[in-house]
């Protein structure tokens, strides 16, 4: 549903492997010039290890498929998110165009470092 509504509205966003290491997903972050993080809670104790390397403070990690847990269960959720938004005014749809980049695909990089498609 989150990848979804991105795409509705044209929002950039990559998606990363759950199975990625911690250096792994460093580097992804980096190369993708990721703002923002959406992480399972399976792997928010990995998401916020990262952050701090990667210029993403831990109020811009959210927790999506359930609650933060374990060392940091203040982690804020998409459902907090959401309801933080409810009421704001909203905005028109700005239509994709040809520049828009819609979404960002990284490889498993099994032949080397993952690479983005």
């Given amino acids: 549903m989150l990848?979804?509504?991105?795409?509705?509205?044209a929002v950039p966003f990559a998606l990363v492997s759950s199975y990625s290491t911690a250096a792994e997903l460093e580097y992804l972050i980096k190369?993708?010039?990721?703002t923002l993080l959406f992480?399972?809670?399976n792997v928010q104790d990995m998401a916020l290890e990262v952050g701090p390397h990667t210029n993403i403070p831990a109020t811009h990690i959210y927790?999506?498929?359930?609650?933060?847990?374990?060392?940091?269960?203040?982690?804020?959720t998409i459902q907090k998110l959401i309801d933080r938004t409810q009421s704001l005014k909203?905005?028109?749809?700005?239509?994709?165009?040809?520049?828009?980049?819609a979404y960002l695909v990284f490889s498993s990089g099994t032949t080397g470092p993952p690479k983005g498609a």
């Fill in 90 to 101: 909203g905005v028109d749809v700005v239509p994709a165009g040809r520049d828009t980049l």
């Fill in 31 to 34: 190369k993708a010039n990721v």
């Fill in 63 to 76: 927790i999506f498929g359930g609650e933060a847990s374990g060392v940091a269960p203040n982690v804020p």
């Fill in 39 to 41: 992480a399972h809670p």
């Fill in 3 to 9: 990848v979804h509504a991105c795409l509705k509205i």
